[in-house]
């Protein structure tokens, strides 16, 4: 499984939370269309939240970003952010 974690800064709280609004109502579901297997949002502090996205491997998790250049380039422009992503090695869940 491949995963993408994306970290945000927003210069605000009610920016974070524009930014959570618009990952859950039009990010997320177009990554699932486009073949994410899951998508998570989570709040780190007043500014700050990641998200977590899983794709069946690295060519399905890098597609994604071909035909959104417009929307990344806003995400951008609104927030600092700094993407780590790679394979899993492991995953234990109760």
């Known amino acids: 499984m491949y995963i993408k974690v994306v970290q945000f800064t927003s210069t605000s709280k009610m920016q974070?939370?524009?930014l959570g609004a618009y990952l859950q109502t039009v990010w997320f579901p177009e990554l699932i269309k486009l073949?994410?297997?899951?998508?998570?949002?989570?709040?780190?502090d007043d500014?700050?939240?990641?998200?977590?996205?899983?794709?069946p491997d690295e060519a399905t998790g890098?597609?994604?970003?071909?035909?959104?250049?417009?929307?990344?380039k806003e995400l951008r422009e609104q927030h600092k952010f700094?993407?780590?992503k790679g394979y899993s090695e492991f995953y234990l869940e109760k």
């Open 16 to 18: 974070k939370e524009m």
């Open 35 to 44: 073949g994410a297997l899951s998508c998570r949002y989570v709040s780190l």
């Open 47 to 55: 500014t700050k939240s990641m998200m977590i996205n899983m794709f």
């Open 62 to 72: 890098e597609s994604v970003q071909v035909g959104r250049e417009e929307q990344r």
């Open 82 to 84: 700094t993407v780590f």
